[in-house]
């Protein structure tokens, strides 16, 4: 018979990662996607309308490796209300030999949110304007605290401001911040934050253009994460054309579902011009930007991802050591 | 917080579900489907080459119901030989208005193997050539051996011929067939099965043609279900220019990769002409077929057969009743 399945609880999770073993690992799954060491088919999604939400499945594996990752991720917007935190949902890990499931990880959706803040981090390394000192945060959700806490101690930033279509939310995120000892305020508006960060990641569940291209100044690195099913959008597709750059952690997701996918159906550009994240970051350097360069790099979330932080949360649990990846 | 996620083991599946119930629930569901009533994306499939296996997952939802459902069924051919079942799986129960994850079903993949029967037994009554008295059965695997049993208790038959290439396991499936109080033989060839049966049913993980044109009988029913991957076949695709009428489960997925889509390449059948299951099922009656027809219902699997065999698992479970469904 089969083994029996091992079920991990969050609170392992908890004890078990670091932000930096996860970037660490996250930054090794992109680059071996970007090398074709991972398999994984095109990410299915469901919608919800009624209240609204989204289920997003990504499966995947190294393909040398010894087990498959089949993820479940849900955001249902509308939870606060019911008391229930946005995300949920939980990661099986199976055997690559017999197809058996050998752990549920019942993750209620943070492997998910801290693979996707540790993407953050690489993406914004992978475009760092020279000397930029301030991160510009456009959301004020789960994951918008998670990219301000991972991308500032990633590459050693000490100020963040803050924009949100809510100010009350702004501000308290602002002051969540400030309570992990950033420099953090809010913006007034969308062009303020431009004005004041170089560096700015979206993070919002958009359906529009939330960052109009008139807004965004020369020499800044967009990190756009928000836009991860069909229909989501935050930046202006022009700011495609204008970009010097523009990165991607898997070409066909960003073209299909990304926010670069407005962009591609306007024809502003062409999706194998976008080079693959896991490209720039083999190089152990930035790319190569000049000052004045608009750069992008478009992040839909990827099963390598999934496949990278569910093989460390596994392996991590079983050497039963790592501290806590939560402030 | 989120509420505990329940864990339902197989045992509790063998006392509580029944194939009467599974064909019932099955037909509600291919209905259901058929009437658009069901949201289910592209299913998702990985395949693996050494060793050889597959992962299916499918997800899916009655559009009015509470929950939706997230299926992962995996089929490892060579398991057999580590002492393992071939299938293994298991099916995820999620609250629709939350994504919240309620239960975790550890069928193993007899879920699965269950709503198959279900299908293959409607499929079977959907084209019933009248008169009919005999099932061919093409296969000798775990699905083979319920397709005998499921085909013949649903339409009342009491003669099976089995026929695989393995000699030894057509012998081994006819004696159990014959434990369960079934007439069964072996044929000793194709030709010889589709001379004695007027209802064949193909279960095998062919990748080639199994079952020629020239072998088939005027006035057969071919219920082909093995092609639920790209790659894989039964049927010769010429037979799909010959037949009267061809139904298919989901007409997207068939297209893609059910044995109609080696005859959608060919250019021998336009999607369009194939006739959805439910909307025959929907009748009551079977297809109104002439004396010398052939017609073939082409089953790859449908997410509405998972929510629906998964809804009735967790509704009788908490119901408490319900007899086995193993014989």
Chains 1, 2 share one sequence.
């Not at 690992?25 to 989204?54: T, Y």
């Not at 990661?91 to 990880?105: N, W």
Request: hydrophobic fraction near 45%; aromatic fraction near 4%.
């Amino acid at each position: 018979m089969s083994g029996a399945l091992r079920i991990v609880e969050l609170e392992e999770l908890f004890a078990a990662l670091t932000p930096a073993a996860v970037i660490a690992a996250v930054r090794n799954g992109l680059i071996r996607h970007a090398r074709g060491e991972v398999s994984m088919p095109p990410p299915m999604q469901m919608l919800f309308d009624e209240p609204a939400g989204d289920c997003h499945i990504k499966a995947g594996r190294f393909r040398d490796g010894e087990c498959f990752v089949v993820k479940i991720a849900t955001g249902f917007y509308g939870n606060p209300e019911r008391g229930l935190p946005v995300n949920d949902g939980l990661v099986l890990v199976f055997d690559a030999k017999t197809g058996s499931p050998q752990a549920m990880i019942r993750d209620r959706g943070w492997l998910t949110s801290w693979r996707t803040a540790a993407a953050g981090a690489l993406a914004a390394e992978a475009g760092m304007p020279a000397g930029a000192r301030t991160l510009g945060i456009i959301g004020t959700g789960h994951q918008a605290r998670l990219q301000a806490e991972w991308v500032t101690r990633h590459l050693d930033i000490g100020n963040v401001v803050v924009f949100g279509r809510s100010a009350e939310r702004a501000d308290a995120l602002a002051e969540d911040l400030r309570r992990i000892g950033l420099t953090a305020s809010v913006a007034p508006s969308i062009d303020a934050l431009c004005e004041s960060s170089r560096l700015v990641v979206t993070c919002t569940p958009s359906n529009d253009i939330l960052l109009p291209a008139g807004a965004v100044r020369d020499g800044t690195h967009i990190v756009a994460l928000g836009a991860d099913s069909p229909g989501k959008q935050e930046l202006d597709p022009v700011l495609f054309a204008r970009a010097a750059a523009v990165m991607v952690d898997d070409r066909d997701q960003c073209a299909d579902h990304g926010d670069l996918s407005h962009a591609v159906r306007r024809s502003l550009l062409a999706p194998d011009a976008a080079i693959v994240l896991g490209s720039v970051l083999a190089g152990n350097r930035p790319y190569p930007r000049s000052t004045a360069d608009i750069t992008i790099a478009d992040l839909t979330g990827t099963a390598a991802q999934d496949v990278a932080i569910a093989s460390l949360a596994l392996s991590v649990i079983d050497g039963a050591h790592g501290s806590t990846v939560r402030s």
